[in-house]
């Protein structure tokens, strides 16, 4: 999504999708960072409004794979490691070029 998202139409496309993170890109799919449904649920605790934008609480340092930098036992030890739903995955000038879910490299079954 865009960093000029208001939370209300964040919260829109997580009703859409089964994901609970969403990707903030800017123009040309550049990644800027990553916002969770629980960010937002937070943000509203805090007072914070459902008009405002996303880019006041949006985390601005996600993890992030470099394009074929990177192995499914490497982004299996991220996801461990940080509980994280999804990793972007970026070219070297940070243009998003796909998505690892958590579901595709861990064994649900296990967990």
């Known amino acids: ?12 496309f997580f009703n859409n999708t089964s994901y609970k993170c969403l990707i903030i890109v800017e123009k040309n799919n550049i990644l800027l960072g990553t916002i969770s ?7 509203i605790l805090k007072g ?3 008009n405002d934008k996303v880019n006041i ?18 982004a299996k030890e991220i996801f461990l490691k940080l509980k994280i ?4 995955i970026v070219d ?11 579901e595709s490299v861990l064994d649900t079954k296990l967990l």
């Open 1 to 12: 999504i865009n960093k000029n998202f208001t939370l209300k139409k964040a919260f829109k």
């Open 48 to 50: 914070i409004d459902l």
């Open 92 to 102: 070297s000038n940070k243009k998003v070029c796909s998505i690892i879910f958590w």
């Open 57 to 74: 609480i949006y985390n601005s340092e996600p993890f992030y794979f470099i394009q074929n930098r990177f192995t499914n036992q490497k």
């Open 85 to 88: 739903p999804l990793i972007p």
């Open 37 to 43: 449904d629980g960010d937002i649920r937070k943000a």
